[in-house]
Each structure stands twice: as structure tokens, then as C-alpha cells.
């Protein structure tokens, strides 16, 4: 099982909340862990959301 990288989904986002600073437009939710890690713990399972973001020429 391959560990998912928020930081290289397209999903992912920074807000500017304090408490909760990472944020996953697929799922819909913020939190101050990486959102990945926070499905992993209620699922069981990885997420399945994954997209890579776009390579920038």
C-alpha cells in the first residue's frame, strides 16, 4: 500500500484557518492533520481521492 501525499494532490488546499489548516475539497473538509492521515484513521482504508496535480511547464 503506497502512502499519499496531500502535498502532490490536486485536492488539497491551505486555509487560513489556525485550527484547522489543510483541507481536501474532495472529502470537503478541513483539519490540522493531513487529510490523507485523517481517512486513513476513520476508514481503514487509503484514500481513494487521489489526483496527482498537474505538472507546471
Given amino acids: 500500500m503506497e502512502k499519499v501525499d496531500c502535498f ?3 485536492q488539497f488546499y491551505v ?15 478541513k483539519s490540522k492533520q493531513l487529510p490523507a492521515a485523517v481517512v486513513l484513521q476513520a476508514s481503514g482504508h ?9 505538472k507546471k511547464q
Avoid at 486555509?15 to 473538509?29: E, I, K, L, V
Avoid at 487509503?46 to 498537474?54: A, E, H
Fill in 8 to 10: 502532490k494532490c490536486r
Fill in 15 to 29: 486555509t487560513w484557518d489556525q485550527r484547522s489548516p489543510r483541507g481536501c475539497r474532495a472529502y470537503g473538509f
Fill in 46 to 54: 487509503p484514500c481513494y481521492q487521489f489526483s496527482p496535480k498537474l
